[in-house]
C-alpha cells in the first residue's frame, strides 16, 4: 500500500491467532502456490493448531491488507530449533525480510539458537536472500524431499530442497572469491556444464538465470539442470565440502573436505 507521498509503507508483522486471520493466510498461499482444486499449501485447522499450541504463525500487513505470512514449528533438540516450513510473500520489496527478521525475534525470545527451513537450490533469488543477505548456511543437500508436487509452482519437477541453517548468534561475513576460483558446475548456452576441479580448495557452483521461467520454456533443460545441480552439489556436500556463501547472485561457493 502508499502512502500520501507515493512511497510504499513498511510491512508490519505480527504473530496470528484467530481462525479469520488463518483464512486469509490459507487464501494468499493458495494465490502464490496455485494448488489443485481441492487442494490447499495449508489448511486453517492445522494453522490454528499449530499457533494454538506454541508455534510460529504470523502475517505480514500492508494498510490492514495481509501480503505475506510464515508457519514453522518448534524442531529437535527440543529448545533449540524453529523450522520454517512454509514463507510466502505477494509481490513487493522487503516482505520476506520482514517475515524472517520478526521470526528471528520470536525465536531469540523464545531462547531458541537457529532457524532451520528448505529450499529449492536451483532459484538464484532465494539462494542470494538465504545466505547473502540474511547469513543462513545450507546443511544438508535433501533429494526428492517432498516427492511429486503438483502445484503451480513446482509441478512438472523433482523437489531437490538444501536445508539451510540460520545460526543466530553468529556472523556470515561476505565470502572473498579469488580470481581463477574453478567453476565445479558453469553454463555453456544456458545448459549446465561440469568442470574440472583438480585440487582446488575452494569452487564456485552455477545456477541458471531464471530455472522458472526455464521449466515453462525447456523442461528439458529445467531437468538438466536439476540433476546436474543434484549431482555436483549435493555430491561436494556429501563428500565434506561446506557450503559459505553465494557469490555475484550466481554462484554457491564450496570450501571442499579434505582432499
Known sequence: MATEGGQVSEPVVRELRDVEDMEDVRLLF????????GGAAVTVELLRALAHSGNYVAGAYQGGTLVGASVGFLGRPAGEVLHSHITGAASGRGIGLA???????????HGLARITWTFDPLVR???HFNLAKLGARP???????YGPMDDA??????????????????????VAVPAGTPM??????????????????????????????????????????????????GGLMVAGGRVTGF?????????????
Open 30 to 37: 493458495d494465490r502464490i502456490w496455485g494448488p489443485d482444486p
Open 99 to 109: 517475515l524472517k527478521l520478526h521470526q528471528r525475534e520470536w525465536a531469540l525470545r
Open 125 to 127: 533469488r532465494n539462494a
Open 139 to 145: 546443511e544438508e543437500y535433501l533429494t526428492s524431499f
Open 153 to 174: 509452482i513446482n509441478a512438472g519437477d523433482e523437489s531437490d530442497r538444501l536445508l539451510a541453517v540460520w545460526r543466530l548468534a553468529e556472523a556470515h561475513p561476505a
Open 184 to 233: 565445479a558446475l558453469g553454463v555453456r548456452d544456458g545448459l549446465p556444464v561440469a568442470g574440472a576441479v583438480d585440487g582446488a580448495g575452494t569452487v564456485l557452483v552455477a545456477l541458471p538465470e531464471d530455472i522458472e521461467g526455464m521449466r515453462r520454456r525447456d523442461p528439458g533443460a529445467a531437468k538438466a539442470w536439476r540433476h546436474a545441480l543434484r549431482e555436483v552439489l
Open 247 to 259: 557469490h555475484d547472485k550466481s554462484y554457491y561457493v564450496v570450501e571442499r573436505g579434505a582432499l
